[in-house]
């Protein structure tokens, strides 16, 4: 849900916003036309997927994050960059930035990275037309991901930094959907996400926060589309999964002793995965590019026998590449134990 009184609060402050010359235009995932900056050397992230996206391509830029990093998650990362300021965000649930705040960063562009509904195409149109900054809007799912680090690459005059991430990201999606491809959805293992302690909150079908799950497994709750809700226990029992992912360590530490879930299937079969979350979460959370390590982890999980690569081998090169930092043999340990 996006607080339009953030818009009207820095309303006044956009009118006397500085009027920026730009000699060319390029279209956005959405197809709206984006000044393209002469330079960009100050970017603010509308959100935590804009954030990650632009810190793994070109962390120079980053003006600041949406929520400011704990210092177990800057042991992952340039420790330069983890730790500039909390510049709230502008998209999403509890957004704080208004427009006088962005416009007090001077950016040269502002980027948003995620969904291109027509929601956040309002948005995008509203906030570049009232700060006369170019306002872009990337496609943060699987299948977008490439072609967004191209756009961004060249908004911001790194196309070669930009194709190698987007090469990265083809061929991985290319190998595990190829390989999982063969095998009908109705023979894949039913999964369940679990969120929260009592891990009774969920993904529905087609919602990004399960997309890892829903291409290659079988998301039990994808039935009903929608976004994030709230499940029953009894509907858990119905759906019965063969496994069961969750991002929460207190559930995934109380799960097996807890009566109500004992007779579920993945947990009499003790296949209940805590996802590594270090320095952003494998799964989701936030749904960004950080998840191309986690469809490798999931992949692994669900069909052992058909992905025999060494996840710690992945992971170290996978951070190398994105995150500019070269995990040890004991930070690998930490990350895929899903501690935090």
């Not at 149109?125 to 977008?144: K, M, N």
């Not at 990265?168 to 039913?190: F, H, M, N, Q, W």
Request: overall charge neutral; glycine content about 8%; proline content about 7%.
């Amino acid at each position: 849900m996006i607080d339009r009184r953030a818009l009207i609060a820095g309303l006044s402050a956009a009118l006397i916003a500085p009027r920026y010359a730009f000699a060319e235009t390029m279209k956005d995932s959405a197809g709206r036309t984006v000044p393209v900056p002469a330079k960009v050397s100050r970017v603010f992230p509308a959100g935590p997927p804009a954030a990650i996206l632009l810190y793994t391509l070109a962390p120079d830029l980053l003006i600041g994050w949406p929520r400011a990093n704990r210092p177990e998650e800057c042991v992952y990362m340039l420790p330069e960059i983890c730790t500039r300021p909390e510049v709230g965000r502008i998209t999403g649930r509890g957004n704080t930035a208004n427009l006088e705040t962005v416009l007090a960063l001077k950016p040269d562009l502002i980027l948003d990275v995620g969904s291109t509904s027509a929601t956040f195409v309002s948005l995008a149109d509203r906030v570049q037309e009232q700060t006369s900054i170019s306002y872009a809007l990337l496609d943060g799912r699987f299948a977008g991901i490439a072609n967004s680090y191209r756009s961004l690459g060249a908004l911001i005059s790194r196309p070669e930094d930009a194709e190698k991430l987007a090469r990265y990201t083809e061929d991985t999606l290319k190998t595990i959907v190829g390989r999982v491809e063969p095998i009908a959805v109705s023979e894949r293992p039913k999964v369940y996400y679990a969120r929260g302690p009592r891990g009774l909150a969920t993904g529905l079908g087609g919602s990004i926060n399960v997309e890892t799950i829903e291409l290659i497994g079988r998301n039990v709750a994808g039935e009903t589309s929608g976004g994030l809700a709230n499940v029953s226990i009894e509907q858990i029992l119905v759906w019965n999964p063969d496994v069961i992912v969750t991002i929460d360590q207190e559930f995934a530490a109380s799960v097996r002793s807890d009566p109500s879930w004992a007779s579920v299937k993945a947990v009499r079969d003790n296949r209940v995965h805590l996802s590594p979350k270090m320095p952003f979460g494998w799964v989701d959370f936030p749904p960004s590019m950080n998840r191309l390590i986690g469809l490798w982890w999931l992949a692994k999980i669900l069909y052992p026998e058909r992905f025999p690569e060494d996840l710690r081998a992945l992971t170290q090169d996978f951070y190398s590449r994105f995150y500019h930092v070269t995990p040890t043999a004991a930070q690998i340990d930490h990350v895929l134990a899903g501690r935090d």
